[in-house]
């Protein structure tokens, strides 16, 4: 019995460092328009996401989950085949304590996003303690792709 416990205590121990490791490779939107290009200041303004709200969560292995949640507008007057969005938790200093960054177009509910059209979009941030100072939530767009 005494062995088996161990074996046990180890066994949880190993999926509890797994699940604080090194954070996860941010996923990128290939051949998408970013900040310093023409076509971004002529269109990043127009993909408007509203005021983010946060949901958090205790997990049973003691980190802290925040999923982060907006609405995205596309004014563009085109038609958009892809949008990355980067949410993150900053400090008061205004660093980011976590982030992640996700494609939201396409993907499986949404392959593309009309003109005059909206989508809801979520990004989910774990692996913060209590000891993290989160002060604020952020979300804004990284990268988009016309049709």
Sequence with gaps: ?????????????????????????????????????????????????DAPEATEAKRALGDIVMNLQTTARNFTGKTLSGLEIKGSVVNRQGQAIREQIIIAVPSPQT??????RTMFVQVRLDGMTDADERSNIKMEVTGFKFK
Excluded: D, H
């Design 111 to 116: 392959p593309e996003l009309e003109p005059n």
């Design 1 to 49: 019995a005494v062995l088996a416990a161990i074996v046990l205590a180890a066994l949880f121990y190993f999926l509890m460092r797994a699940s604080t490791g090194p954070s996860r490779v941010n996923p990128t939107l290939q051949g998408a328009i970013r900040a310093g290009s023409p076509e971004w200041n002529e269109y990043s303004t127009k993909i408007v996401l």
